[in-house]
């Protein structure tokens, strides 16, 4: 009888199959390595993306600073502006302001008053002066007030004095500058 020896087709085909085991093996951890790598290779381009975009948002921000700075100066400049013309406006409304209380000043005064101090504030003018009789006083009083250039005129004193042997009266009042507020008056009912 032939013996077979059947352990050689045995073990190759052991030898066989652990090739093939080792030859999936190899595959699936060399296609697992791929994956792995492309894997690592979007994460790293969505980082180097994301970079680039943070570069470039950092850039707008600091184009954005400077225009921004540039707008602050220009607002500034703007406020200087607007202050330098805020005084020219002051400046000029105070010089034809003083001409025109000065004017109407001399266009109240009547004959035989004359004028000895006249002291103007930010709003109010103290005025003093002589004149023959009471009565000049009133009405240099009353044309003031009506000038529209001085209002509230209050007299503080009228007191005689002698001045070479005349007698005078020598007289201090107040007054506001500018014309009078208007205030709404009520109607006054009838008397029954």
Known sequence: ???INLLL???ARHKENSRQQINILIFFLAVTVLIMVGIQLYL????????LSITKAESEVAQLKSKIGQIENI???????????????QLRAGKSGPMRRLAALSDS?????????YTETADAVSIGGIAYTEELIADFMRNLDASGQFHQVELLVSEQMELSGVKLKRFDF??????PRKETLKPQQPAR
């Open 1 to 3: 009888m032939i013996k």
């Open 9 to 11: 087709v045995r073990e």
């Open 44 to 51: 790293v381009s969505r980082i180097h993306s994301a970079k």
């Open 75 to 89: 607002k500034k400049l703007q406020e200087e502006v607007q202050k330098k013309l805020d005084v020219l406006k």
């Open 109 to 117: 005064l009547p004959d035989k008053v004359w004028l000895t101090r």
């Open 174 to 179: 107040s007054c506001k500058l500018g014309a």
